[in-house]
């Protein structure tokens, strides 16, 4: 048709632009239906690899509200005009590239079992395994069928198809719900600011703590001052002392020859960073309630650190 040739490449352009949407909505589909099984079912043996991933969940809403939209409106459109006879269902540009589709989201759906295989050989829990697999195989038996029986229909211009209706909105309604599910999970913006405030102050807590236990190893002493590690410790600067939001120097007090205390101002309780990131993500030593606290932590022992003994 002269028609379908002068509108070939805006054609070509729907199905591509379809196939790129539908990787991102499908893998985000799928990450987010394995995030929250990593959540809800913990392995404190697991790696990062099978560990709930706040960031991950993040990147999985983001790209399913952009690719989501992008994916229907492209395939509504190729509809539309495979309804209306302008896109011919015999046409070499609907037949390679609906091809074309099948052929990469099959690699990229075999890519994901075959990663969630090789997480259950590497000691993943056998229910997790489970979840994981139905939910890959579920995702790729959707978008296999959907276009394997696209491309075999015999009757396209004019008719409605049922099946076609039934996968176009069946989809749609459970991208919504895992879009849904994923905010039921997510900490909000607000919250994940709260974390990263407190997470800085304790990294900064650790750096001192690593430094205060150079200067006991070199010294047999705690400082007076945090001030008085700045000349020897070269990897311990001046801003790592201080709090990250009013620029003020965190307080420090010597309790005895090997005991101190670091206190700052928390956003949240540990226990709340636990809920929200998983056990995994806190040192216990660092254990503390929202607001003003002071941390007490002792030196370590040679047995512990290494540390030479300290002659009397």
């Not at 176009?168 to 719900?177: K, T």
């Not at 941390?295 to 650190?305: I, M």
């Amino acid at each position: 048709m002269i028609g379908e040739k002068n509108n070939a490449a805006k054609y070509a352009f729907f199905y591509m632009l379809s196939l790129v949407a539908l990787i991102f909505m499908a893998l985000s589909a799928g990450i987010i239906v394995f995030q929250i099984i990593n959540k809800n079912i913990i392995d404190v043996l697991e790696d990062f690899r099978g560990r709930y991933s706040p960031g991950a969940l993040k990147f999985a809403i983001s790209a399913i509200i952009i690719a989501a939209p992008i994916y229907y409106l492209a395939a509504a459109q190729i509809n539309k005009n495979l309804f209306s006879g302008k896109l011919s269902k015999d046409s070499g540009i609907r037949k390679w590239l609906t091809y074309f589709i099948l052929l990469v989201s099959t690699i990229v759906m075999l890519g994901f079992l075959i990663a969630v295989i090789y997480n259950f050989l590497d000691g993943e829990l056998t229910t997790k395994f489970i979840l994981k697999a139905l939910t890959a195989i579920i995702i790729a038996a959707a978008i296999f069928t959907y276009y394997f029986y696209d491309i075999r229909r015999e009757n396209v211009a004019g008719v409605k198809d049922r099946i076609v209706r039934i996968y176009f909105y069946g989809s749609l309604v459970l991208v919504v719900a895992a879009l849904i599910s994923a905010f039921v999970f997510v900490e909000s913006p607000a919250e994940t600011r709260n974390i990263k405030y407190d997470s800085t102050i304790l990294n900064r807590f650790s750096q001192i703590d690593s430094a205060l236990n150079n200067y006991y190893y070199d010294n047999g002493k705690l400082p007076n001052d945090l001030d008085s590690m700045l000349a020897g410790i070269t990897y311990l600067r001046e801003e790592d002392m201080t709090d990250p939001a009013t620029g003020k120097k965190f307080e420090y007090k010597v309790i005895d020859k090997n005991t101190y205390e670091l206190c700052a101002t928390f956003k949240i309780t540990s226990k709340d960073y636990e809920n929200i990131n998983g056990p995994y993500y806190f040192e216990k030593r660092w254990d503390h309630a929202a607001g003003y606290q002071c941390l007490r932590q002792k030196v370590r022992s040679d047995k512990d650190a290494g540390l030479k003994p300290i002659a009397p």
